[in-house]
């Protein structure tokens, strides 16, 4: 399966976005879906996670409360809403599929990535 991550951009703290994570190829119903973002400088990290059917869902404590996860699978697509976004939530943010019902919170669970979006939050 193939990942397309869009929907990044510059906002203000405070402000909201909603990142897409569009899937080409193979039966995308039946890959769970990971969100992860990457900062300057430092590793990538997990940040929300979905199951193939969207009825589990996880998120990094950073994230708690602040963002949504869900998925539309006739449109090959997961989304990500993030809120009352701050300055440490500037990153590039990638999504990954791993085969699988459940999502993981590990890098490595993961087969197919995405080229990645920016997101800038401006204080």
């Known amino acids: 399966v193939q990942l397309q991550a869009c929907g990044g951009g510059l906002v203000q703290s405070g402000g909201s976005l909603r990142l897409s994570c569009t899937a080409s190829?193979?039966?995308?119903?039946?890959?769970?879906v990971g969100w992860f973002r990457q900062a300057p400088g430092k590793e990538r990290e997990f940040v929300s996670s979905?199951?193939?059917?969207?009825?589990?869902?996880q998120y990094a404590d950073s994230m708690k409360g602040r963002s949504t996860i869900s998925r539309d699978n006739a449109k090959n697509t997961v989304y990500l809403q993030m809120n009352s976004l701050k300055p440490d939530d500037t990153a590039v943010y990638y999504c990954g599929a791993r085969a699988g019902s459940i999502g993981s919170m590990y890098i490595s669970s993961y087969d197919n990535w995405g080229q990645g979006t920016q997101v800038t939050v401006s204080s």
């Open positions: 190829g193979r039966a995308f119903s039946s890959y769970a």
């Open positions: 979905i199951s193939w059917s969207g009825g589990t869902t």
